[in-house]
């Protein structure tokens, strides 16, 4: 069973930045796709960035396109998402998503490992 922990979430201004972390309980280079989803109050989960096993192709959907980056340390088993020039609309709860095959990264149905989320909330 692979367990991935998220943390760094928080309160911040607009304009402001956050990173958020998503430790795995095995190492992140036996998970060929890893991404990050978030889901705000009464909206459904969305696609926010991917990365491959060795980061050789990073996808982002076109809200977050130039703000955020992901990126992943496989020596720490690390996943990570720098969030800059935060937006009262980024508001939402954030999750970590991992799968030990190359899927397609838009797809929340075809990850098999999840986090519990952790809450992020730009204010205006």
């Known amino acids: 069973q692979v367990q991935l922990v998220e943390s760094g979430g928080g309160l911040v201004q607009a304009g402001g930045s956050l990173r958020l972390s998503c430790a795995a309980s095995i190492r992140t280079f036996s998970i060929a796709t890893m991404g990050w989803f978030r889901q705000a109050p009464g909206k459904e989960r969305e696609f926010v960035a991917a990365?491959?096993?060795?980061?050789?192709?990073?996808y982002y959907a076109d809200s977050v396109k130039g703000r955020f980056t992901i990126s992943r340390d496989n020596n720490k088993n690390t996943l990570y998402l720098q969030m800059n020039s935060l937006k009262p609309e980024d508001t939402a709860v954030y999750y970590c998503?991992?799968?030990?095959?190359?899927?397609?990264?838009?797809?929340?149905?075809?990850?098999?490992?999840w986090g519990q989320g952790t809450q992020v909330t730009g204010s205006s």
């Open positions: 998503a991992g799968d030990k095959s190359y899927i397609t990264p838009y797809r929340a149905s075809e990850y098999d490992y």
């Open positions: 990365m491959t096993r060795s980061g050789g192709s990073t």
